[in-house]
Every structure is written in C-alpha cells, then in structure tokens.
C-alpha cells in the first residue's frame, strides 16, 4: 500500500549529529552551501554536508538556500551521495544524536569520538574565541568549548547551575581534555532532577574523607576528628564542583603553616580532578590577614575579587576557610557583610571561641570545643584537615606541625609529638629558624601571598640547599633588625610589681621603638617580652606594649583570660572604644587615644586579681 503525501517523513538532524545518524533512501532537510561545477554541496547540519550532482538537481538555487534532499549514497570515504526532491505536504522528525552518555572520567578514552555528557553548569568564561563551560558530573569536571564566531556567547539561554546534556566531539587541546560542543541543551524536569540526585549522591560520597590516623596520638585531636572530617568533607566537595576557595590566615608562622598544608591539599586536588591547566590559580587563592581576626578590610578585599570573578568568568561565590583566625566576635561584622552574599565559611582556630559565632559558619574546627586550648596551634589542626583532604601530600607537610608549636611557642604535649615526628630532619633549633623566616618575609610580602618564596621556606619545593640558603640569609636579617629594635626597646621599658607578685613591665612602641619596620609592635612586645622572662626565670611576668590606641599583651604564669577581660572593660569604661581579644594570656586591646591612660590602668588592675602560678 503506497503512503498518502502526509505519511512522508522528512528529517531534521540536531546539531550534534553526524555520519552515524543517516540512513540511506532518507529524506533529509537541507541548506545550499555552494556551487561547483559538477553540482551542488547542501549541508544537513554544520557538522555534515553532501553532494547533489547536477543530473539530480530538479530547481535552480542560491546560497542558504532551504532545500529537500534524499540520501542515495553513502560512500566508504564518508561522502555523501544527494538528490533533490521536492514534496508539497509532509511531516518533519528532529533527529538528536545518537551519542552514548559518559561519564567524565571515561572520556580519556573517547578522544576522537563523538559523547553526550551529563552534568551541572559550574563557570562559563567568555573568551576571545569560543564560550568555555565547566561541567561537574559525579566524576570530575570538564571543559566545553562552544563556537559561534570569536567573542560571541555560544547558547545564551544556559546559565550558571544548569543541568545541562552536552553533545560534542572529545579532543585534546594544549594537553587538556575538551569537548568541542555541538549542542549543549538545559535539562528539564524529571529528567534535570534525576541528573543532579545522582550528582549530588555521587558527590556526597566521594567527597567523604578516607579514614586516616592521626599523625600523633593526641586526646584533643582525636575528639576533634568529626569536625575536622566535617571541614575536609565541604573543602573536597567545593573541589569537585569547581566551587572557587578563598583561604584567609593570620599572618604569622602559625596561620601560615596551617594555611599552606591546606593549599598544597587543595591545589593537588584540583590538578587531579581535571578543568583548565590553571585551574589551581583562579579556583583557589590563599591571603594573609594582618589581625587575627576576618576584618572588614579582608571581606571587602574577598568580596571585590569574588563578585569581579562572577561577573567576568561565571565563576561561582567562594567558600571561605579561614584558619588560625575566625572564632571570635570580632569576625562578626565580616561575617554580617558576607551573609548579604549567602556566602559559606569554615574555620580551623585555636584562638577562645565566641558562641555568637557559630550561627555564620557551616563547620568549625576548635580545641576549646572538646576541653583542649590554644596549645593545638592552627597549624598543626591545619595539617590534620589537609591529610584528610588529600593524604597523598604527607610527604610534603608533616614538618608543618611542628614548626606551627615552635613558633607560637604552644606549651601542649602535642608540640613534642609533632617535633619527634620529623627531629631527624627538623630539630627544634631549624623549625624555630623557619618560624622566625616565614614571620619576616611575611612582613614584606604584606597582604601578598608569596605563594612559591614561602614554600622554599617550608622546604615543600624539595630543593633543600636552596630552602637553607634562603632561611639562613633571612634569619640573619630578621635578628639583625630584631637585636637593633631591642636595644632602642629595652632601655625604655618600665617596671612594676602587682599585688599578686607578678612582674609587669610596660614599654611605648610607639615612641621607643623604629616604625613602620621589622620586628612590628606585636613582635616587639614579644622579643621584650622573652628578655624579661629570662631576666625574671621563676616569677610571673606581664608585658605591655602601647601605642597612642593599642596595646599588645604578653603573659607568663598568670591566669588571665583576654578576651573576657576585653568585653568587661568595654562596659566599664564608657567612651574607650574598646575591642580586641586574642587568647587567654595572649593578645591585643584596642581604644580610643585620648582614654589611653584609663584604658591601661584599668587592664592593670584586672591583671593584679588575676591568679598567678609557677612558670614551668
């Protein structure tokens, strides 16, 4: 029985589709590309054009044209054999690829080929040339690139978080996999929710930290495993979504051990998870923050970057770590800033906790939570989290603990356990060396990172003579300009003996020491603080260093608790601008200039009812 004029088929083929997708004897709808001399070329989609002879040519055309053709030859070379026809009435079908869905991490092994792959939008960059999309699946990330002409965005209506298919054909560009992008087409529906269920079950479980030991055994450490594991866990699942990670420390040896195990973690990550060759560097940036504390500065300084980078190159918001910082009430306000944006944190600290904190952060790592205190420096909890990221960087950063205890002079039995850990090629006397290294060139670096110098410190690039070379050098500079500080210090320093027997010692960094120079007011008022300590062995000993609205505290044998004494002054005196904290018996206090005087008397007197105990 013959077909009626409204049976005819005629079919449409997607963009995606190629060779493999054609039948012979069908009937296809066509565009006149152009003209030779033995006929005419008629493309069926872009990827795929044919050729009809003149003898099967049945109208006179021009180019891009539309026009019906029916396949009568497919050759063994891939040419295509066309003729046209011409029918009045029929029905069109919209052929898609016939693509195999992959998974991400098979595609090594389709170079050549043509995939449909399934997934969530996760950046798309404008270049000069093509539209990149980033697209997580539950097995890695890969880049698209689709063509439209140079600096044109491909596919307008997909947007960041889609669930998208993507068709297209697998290739190597700069020994990067990409997959040069046919059609890339939003998911709907059931279709989109059973996609990004089966990401998000994926993900979940491969972000889960393997279950390692510690590197000591530790009591304290032990009960913080589950925030730790909690901390690794978001940190590995930003990675896997190609969500960018802002990492802010303190910038002293401690905050910087812990910042830069995590870093090596992270980076490490990435690299092995796929994306751009770059990837490392706009996914993830590590910053020094001057205070101990996220200050209003930092989250505006994080914000610009993060909003620009949105704007620029589609990038998600960040997750935020911050380490060595981020427990105290001071945070708050950066925090508030921050929420507007819906932006996570996460933060590794041993500074005295605030309960008001709690409520911004998505998980929080901290040794006054399971009974521990500020001996568990940041650095040592930092490299507990970054084994857990990525244990395959050990290697590199098991001697970070130990510098981390060394030079924040933690006094915890951990310190021990970490030095013993690598003492064959880290003795006390060289983690105190790179302490002292990391704080000078910080110094200098300012608000930079230093991301390689500061390595060569830490000896993680390996080229150990090079790592001595550079400590020696900055050891060197770094006493020189604290043994010329101390001696226009020292002479100054005024002396008072407390009601409780300690010996407290004030000293005006402001107008008896060098400015705007190496060692800071901070390490000033501690390397004053360590003379007199040797010069008082056996007694209680406090330290004051002031400016016109600010003073450092040092402590040792006396049971203070800064933070607390920070919040009680703010209330009794009216009109000090008081703020500042830090750890019990370490920190700072800021004011107003002109209540100086008040200010400082006043912290004096809650220093003398303070308990005092033996030094050790």
Sequence with gaps: MSNTSDDILVYRLGAGCDLADIEEGNVYQGKVQGFANFGMFVQLNDRIKGLVHKSNMKAEHKERDSILVRVRQIR?????????????????????????????????????????????????????????????????????????????????????????????????????????????????????????????????????????????????????RPDMKKVAKIIRKAVFTSQPIILRHHADADGICSAVAIEQAVVSLIRESGGDFDADYFLFKRAPSKAPFYEIEDITRDLDFSLKDHVRFGQKMPLVLLTDNGSTEEDEPSYKIASVYEIPFVVIDHHHPDTTIDKYLVAHVNPYHVGGDFGITAGMLGTEVARLINPKVEPLIRHLPAIAGVGDRSEAPERVLFLDLVRDQYPEEAC????????????????????????????????????????????????????????????????????????????????????????????????????????????????????????????????????????ELRVEIPGGGISGGGHLVVGSIKFVEGMRDVVLEALITKIADAQVQAPK
Excluded at 93 to 118: P, W
Excluded at 516 to 527: R, V
Aim: with cysteine.
């Design 76 to 224: 063994p070379n891939g040419n295509i054999d066309l003729e046209e026809v011409q029918i009045q009435v029929y029905q069109v079908q919209n052929i898609e690829r016939k693509s195999t869905t992959v998974r991400i991490a098979d595609l090594a092994g389709k170079i050549g080929k043509t995939v449909a792959i399934e997934g969530e939008v996760a950046q798309i960059k404008q270049t000069s040339g093509p539209t990149i999309f980033t697209i997580v699946d539950e097995t890695g990330t890969q880049n698209a690139a689709a063509f439209i002409e140079a600096g044109v965005r491909a596919f307008p209506e997909i947007e960041l978080g889609h669930i998208v298919k993507v068709i297209g054909e697998v290739m190597r560009r700069n020994n990067q996999l990409q997959i040069e992008a046919d059609l890339i087409s939003a998911l709907k529906g059931e279709d989109a929710d059973a996609v990004k269920t089966r990401i998000e079950q994926a993900l979940d479980k491969r972000s889960e930290p393997e279950d390692i030991p510690l590197l000591v055994k530790s009591e304290v450490l032990e009960k913080l």
């Design 432 to 567: 105190r060396d790179i302490a002292l290294a990391l704080d000078y060139e910080q110094f200098w670096l300012r608000f930079n990172d230093g991301r390689e110098i500061i390595k060569d410190i830490l000896n993680i690039t390996g080229k150990t003579e090079r790592h001595k070379k550079l400590v020696a050098l900055l050891v060197d500079g770094a006493n020189t300009m604290i043994e010329d500080q101390m001696s226009a210090c020292m002479p100054h320093v005024v002396p008072r003996v407390l009601k409780n027997d300690a010996r407290l010692f004030l000293i005006d960094v402001e107008i008896h020491a060098h400015k705007f120079t190496f060692p800071p007011p901070g390490k000033t008022s501690g390397e004053v603080h360590d003379r007199l300590c040797r010069e008082h062995a056996g007694k209680p000993v406090i330290t004051i260093g002031f400016g016109p609205d600010f003073a450092v505290l040092r402590s040792r044998g006396v049971l203070m608790n800064i933070p607390r004494m920070v919040r």
